[in-house]
């Protein structure tokens, strides 16, 4: 009994303790192929093909893998980068680590509860936080509604 509880991948346990974990063929049965390669296997969707780069209503952008909120509508904005950015997450939503894919330091950013890829965080954002949230659109739920 003990042994199954420890079993698994580090990743997979940490997850879990967040209280949302599947498993890979689940992941792949949940997920679109697209959504998929971008929150699994930390793949970046072509610029400029994102429906979400022009939705403009108030409401929140969640983990499209596991419906977490990550995003309010009040800090998006456009980046002219052909994805959807925003400054400032939400409240423990999101979770950071650096990435070496290009060489150079990049940080990558992801969701806090099923560790799904995100996409990168920047310091070239506009005010109050400087920060830009480049994100996959793919890798996103849009919910309308107030966010208050
Ligand atoms: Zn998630």
Redesign the pocket.
Known sequence: MVAMLLGGTLAAGLARANG?ALDDAQWRQKLSPEAYRV?RQAGTERPFTSPLLKEHRRGRF???????P?FASETKYDSGTGWPSFWQPLPHAVATHTDYELGLPRTEV???????H?GHVFDDGPPPTGKRYCMNGVALAFHPGTTA
Not at 110 to 116: N, Q, V
């Open positions: 949302f929150l969640a983990c499209a893998g596991c419906d977490l990550l992801h969701c806090l509860r099923c560790r799904g995100l």
